[in-house]
């Protein structure tokens, strides 16, 4: 196969775990026979400071040509909320430039990590759960105002736009344990009410052989600490959606572990871990690139439709981890490359 991946490695961390998970593309390719084009492109606060734009015309337009999009992160103090433009507003434009409607989120728990959670080990025992974020409205993208003593952010959704993420959810579930847990404030919110009014609809017409609960979002916050294991997959907006990912990364041990794909309608995507720019060990060669590199495998598995190479790449990342090869964050020394060559050797040789 011939594929084109733009590389966005950003800003902080970003490109130095971008850069592992590129190797370990390159490992699948020379290891299945892929040819797989990667060009390299600024996006960001990289970009402001090149260019004055977070997203630049040419970083969209090779995006747009490209088979799929592999990020690392954005942002960072120099850049912060007093700025008038801002890295975040250029990975905000990109998820709605590409259509990206839908962001993917698995959670799982490797054995050998269970003592870097600072959960109980009896409550991660069978933990393995997906989040679909819708990406693309809700308040991050609302209406915005902003005076002296006032501010106002407004949170809009529409009965189609959760129509298509639900949809996304329930093929989801169909391949898994075939439950779906929709989370929302409908006891406060009219959006939260209309969100939940649809699904129940789009899961009851077109998704009968799934089950269907409906959690609120304070409740569903809790319930992932008390009983992570009885979630299959959470269907949410997007700011609840961005908050209950990074309290469940602490199930896996880190934020540094967990990948997330963002999908539209084709397959062009976005593949990013959930971790930050992580500015203050930018440049120290300790990043976590496990995340980056799960990414990997979801790229391959849902933009290029490679289930044997996602796996492969899996399955690496899981054999470096039970290894005990753990950057920093997981209470080990390896560093960024150790542990992506590692991870890239194994594919070679798998």
Known sequence: MKARIAVLGG????????????????AVGARFGHDFAMD??????AAIDATGSPLPPET??????????????????????????????????????????????????????????PLKPDLLKGVDLVVVRELTGGIYFGEKRRTATEAFDGCAYSAGEIERVVRVAGRLARGRRRHITSVDKANVLETSRLWREVTQRVVADEFPDCTLEHQLVDSCAMQLIRHPAAFDVIVTENMFGDILTDE???????????????????????????HGSAPDIAGKGIANPYGAIMSVAMLLRFSLGLEREATAVERAVGAALDAGLLTPDLGGTASTSEAGATVARAVREA
Not at 76 to 88: A, D, L, N, Q, T
């Open 248 to 274: 469940a990364s602490v199930l896996a041990g880190s934020i540094g572990l967990l990948p997330s794909a963002s999908l539209g309608v084709g397959r062009l995507g976005l593949y990013e871990p959930i």
């Open 60 to 117: 969209l337009a090779l995006c747009r040509g490209s088979d799929a999009v592999l990020f690392g992160a954005i942002g960072g103090p120099k850049w912060g909320p007093s700025s008038p433009v801002r890295p975040e507003q250029g990975l905000l434009a990109l998820r709605k430039e590409l259509g990206l409607f839908a962001n993917l989120r698995p959670v799982t728990v490797n054995p050998g990590l269970i003592d870097a959670s």
């Open 11 to 26: 800003d902080g961390i970003g490109p130095e775990v971008a850069r592992e998970a590129a190797s370990v593309l390159r």
């Open 40 to 45: 390299e492109a600024l996006v960001g606060g």
